[in-house]
Nanobody, 112 residues
Framework: QVQLVESGGGLVQPGGSLTLSCVANGGLFSRSTMAWYRQAPGKQRELVASITRLFGTNYADSVKGRFTISRNNAEKTVYLRMNSLKPEDTAVYYC??????WGQGTQVTVSS
């Protein structure tokens, strides 16, 4: 059974940057699409970015040009580099291996 462990969240000022990491313990990581979702208070969980096993990427319109998803199959890790952060990016960010494996989430707060 796959376990996903996220890290890298925190408090950052508007305009700042953070990099989230998600390590997969177990499973066939290199064959799996991986994704990052986020959930802000009072809102539904939404897809932020995904990356296929062939390194194809997809982004939510709200983060295009600011966020970059990447993966290292040898280390079974997926990353989310977040630049030019805005207060509306504040949320709990979750790593996902479709269809139903989730990490515990990491809080990202963008505030001055």
């Amino acid at each position: 059974q796959v376990q996903l462990v996220e890290s890298g969240g925190g408090l950052v000022q508007p305009g700042g940057s953070l990099t989230l990491s998600c390590v997969a313990n177990g499973g066939l990581f290199s064959r799996s699409t991986m994704a990052w979702y986020r959930q802000a208070p009072g809102k539904q969980r939404e897809l932020v970015a995904s990356i296929t096993r062939l390194f194809g990427t997809n982004y939510a319109d709200s983060v295009k040009g600011r966020f970059t998803i990447s993966r290292n199959n040898a280390e079974k890790t997926v990353y989310l580099r977040m630049n030019s952060l805005k207060p509306e990016d504040t949320a709990v960010y979750y790593c996902n291996q479709p269809p139903g494996t989730w990490g515990q989430g990491t809080q990202v707060t963008v505030s001055s």
